[in-house]
């Protein structure tokens, strides 16, 4: 779905993927910038409170914590380094439901710019879902 916003266009993709891990594991992988560093492979920070500032991919992404309910829903003002100079930050939402096995993860990812939606979009299987898949075998 793209979106005009002025003059550049947005994109928004929604992805699902189930996690063999538990609802509190796999939110922390996210909220915890230990765990988070230690599935990504790569550094990141975390304030883990609405308001609260975090990085991901060494400072490639960055944005800021608007909700966060434990076990559940992370809502986040998401960027990346590449993003278009004075573009507003995109919009990430991800749900986080027990199913049979493990946690499912539903993602809204709203407001990216639509030259970068298929980048982005890629980069959502093969940097994070891959990889915490992985983390959570071992």
Excluded at 11 to 22: F, G, N, R, Y
Excluded at 102 to 109: A, K, N, Q, R
Excluded at 116 to 132: C, M, N, R, V
Aim: one cysteine or more.
């Amino acid at each position: 779905m793209f979106v005009e916003c002025g003059r550049i266009e947005t994109a928004t993709i929604k992805q699902k993927v189930k996690i063999s891990a538990s609802l509190d594991e796999t939110y922390g992988a996210f909220i915890d910038a230990k765990k988070h560093s230690a599935f990504t492979g790569s550094r990141a920070t975390c304030v883990p409170k609405a308001g609260g500032k975090f990085t991901a991919w060494g400072g490639y992404i960055s944005g800021k914590n608007i909700e966060l309910v434990e076990g559940k829903r992370i809502v986040q003002e998401w960027k990346t380094t590449e993003w278009p100079s004075g573009y507003p930050p995109s919009r990430l939402e991800l749900s986080f439901k027990k199913v049979a096995g493990g946690t499912e993860i539903s993602m809204v990812h709203s407001g990216i710019p639509k030259e970068q939606a298929a980048d982005i979009k890629e980069g959502w299987t093969e940097f994070y879902w891959a990889p915490l898949k992985e983390y959570f075998k071992k």
